[in-house]
């Protein structure tokens, strides 16, 4: 059983180190994303994916999520943008102008938060 669990968790790590190989090799940076609980976090990836692409940030819902409202931060806590998805699944797309680190915080109309931190190079 417990080689089981290892095996699982190697073909786990191995299947992330390749997406995250392939999104680099195409210049894409994929953004984790987690929501926001008290108790810890917990990935969101299946439902929401974030990928930046040089200056562009793309937030995808692939499932109906309702709608998501979304903000963009600097890493000084100013906000950069903000919108609100009413209709998903569905995408919302922000240019970026400056160089820096950013968090992406997102507000589903039933509560939940999830969030998610990327940097965008010159």
Do not use: C, W
């Amino acid at each position: 059983m417990k080689r089981l669990i290892v095996l699982i968790t190697l073909l786990q790590l191995g299947l992330i180190v390749g997406a995250k190989e392939n999104s680099t090799k195409e210049g894409v940076d994929v953004i984790l994303t987690k929501e926001n609980i008290v108790s810890g976090t917990s990935a969101r990836s299946e439902t929401i994916s974030a990928d930046i692409t040089g200056h562009t940030l793309t937030i995808t819902f692939n499932d109906n999520v309702g709608i998501a409202h979304i903000i963009i931060k600097d890493s000084n806590g100013v906000y950069i943008d903000r919108e609100n998805v009413f209709s998903t699944p569905d995408y919302a797309t922000f240019f970026i102008n400056d160089a820096g680190y950013y968090r992406m915080d997102i507000t589903l109309s039933n509560g939940e938060q999830y969030y998610g931190y990327f940097r965008v190079e010159l």
